[in-house]
């Protein structure tokens, strides 16, 4: 499985981003998959998470609202919606996935990952 996420760019506070992870290989409904950001400086940090056959979705308590993840089985992509940017939104955005025989558990940590697309960075002026 290989991850490659799209989507990102610079934008003004206020503008909204469709960010887009497309997975390689067979068995897209065997893999969860999350959505992490990392600032320059700062720890890699999780956004949302949904669930292989997409019935569950997690988004951080904090970003809710204007973090919005679905996830297109027939297309094998999984969007992250993001509206309200803001500049502390800036960041290289990353998507990740496991494959899981849990098919509804979402996984919201870093270390639940183990593949790793190479990231999408979203500059956010003001």
């Known amino acids: 499985v290989q991850l490659a996420e799209s989507g990102g760019g610079l934008v003004q506070a206020g503008d909204s981003l469709r960010l887009s992870c497309v997975a390689s290989?067979?068995?897209?409904?065997?893999?969860?998959i999350g959505w992490f950001r990392q600032a320059p400086g700062k720890d890699r940090e999780f956004v949302a998470a949904?669930?292989?056959?997409?019935?569950?979705?997690y988004e951080q308590a904090s970003m809710k609202g204007r973090f919005t993840i679905s996830r297109d089985g027939a297309s094998k992509i999984v969007y992250l919606q993001i509206d309200g940017l803001r500049p502390d939104d800036t960041a290289v955005y990353y998507c990740?996935?496991?494959?899981?025989?849990?098919?509804?558990?979402?996984?919201?940590?870093?270390?639940?990952?183990?593949?790793w697309g190479q990231g999408t960075q979203v500059t956010v002026s003001s």
């Open positions: 949904v669930s292989g056959n997409g019935d569950n979705t």
């Open positions: 290989g067979p068995l897209f409904s065997a893999l969860a």
């Open positions: 990740a996935a496991r494959e899981t025989y849990y098919r509804n558990q979402v996984y919201l940590t870093a270390d639940d990952y183990d593949i």
